[in-house]
């Protein structure tokens, strides 16, 4: 199975600051890796996928790279409605694996 | 628009079994691969098994397979999860999702979850 380990796992930053959040794959998994944002109590809510595909509907804020193991999901502009846990997730083989999960919070 | 809802979770001895439903809408449900994915109490996200738009192709988790059983019935727009030998560390938020494929597969559109708990 193909692990997938996310860092930080938790993070606290400002309105308007970048944040950045990694996500290492045990394996190289090509492009095949999906980001996903989940508020407390709500679905998760696809934003990124292919690694930097930016999903419809989704604020352009929001930006993903990377490629085979070291990936990074990137707000360039955190906004108050960005908090909540965000999770990779690797397409490359079944068993389909999430990260661990990442806790933004707005300072 | 799309609009998954989930139904038949609850409070189950473990050895019990359950039904789950996904009742999809908004979208041509027999064109679309169809999946479980599941979160304990506080916990992240775990995929459990998914199924082709036809239903000739499943895969399972190693924690669900042979206890498991994904379904689906494009007549009726309806998935399901027969759910069999619960444990307690099957207790869960169970999601349906739609899968999309482009390059690779991802989660594009989710229900709101429905809660089985696992206890005696």
């Known amino acids: 199975d193909i692990q997938m380990t996310q860092s930080p796992s938790s993070l606290s930053a400002s309105v308007g600051g970048r944040v950045s959040i990694t996500c290492r794959a045990s394996?190289?998994?090509?492009?095949?890796l999906n980001w996903y944002q989940q508020k407390p109590g709500k679905a998760p809510n696809l934003l990124i996928h292919d690694a930097s595909s930016l999903q419809s509907g989704v604020p352009s804020r929001f930006s993903g790279s990377g490629s085979g193991t070291d990936f990074t999901l990137t707000i360039s502009s955190l906004q108050p409605e960005d908090y909540g846990t965000y999770y990779c997730q690797q397409s490359y083989s079944t068993p389909l694996t999430f990260g661990g999960g990442t806790k933004v919070e707005i300072k | 628009q799309v609009q998954l809802v989930e139904s038949g979770g609850g409070l189950v001895k473990p050895g019990g079994s359950l039904r789950l439903s996904c009742e999809a809408s908004?979208?041509?449900?027999?064109?679309?691969?169809m999946s479980w994915i599941r979160q304990a109490p506080g916990k992240g996200l775990e995929w459990v098994s998914y199924i082709s738009s036809s239903g000739s192709s499943i895969y399972y988790a190693d924690s669900v397979k042979g206890r498991f059983t994904i379904s689906r019935d494009n007549a009726q727009n309806l998935q399901y999860l027969q759910m069999s030998s619960l444990r307690a560390e099957d207790t869960a938020v169970y999601y349906c999702?739609?899968?999309?494929?482009?390059?690779?597969?991802?989660?594009?559109?989710w229900g709101q979850g429905t809660l089985v708990t696992v206890s005696s």
């Open positions: 999702a739609t899968i999309k494929a482009v390059a690779g597969i991802y989660f594009q559109h």
């Open positions: 908004g979208f041509t449900f027999s064109d679309y691969y």
């Open positions: 394996q190289s998994i090509s492009s095949f």
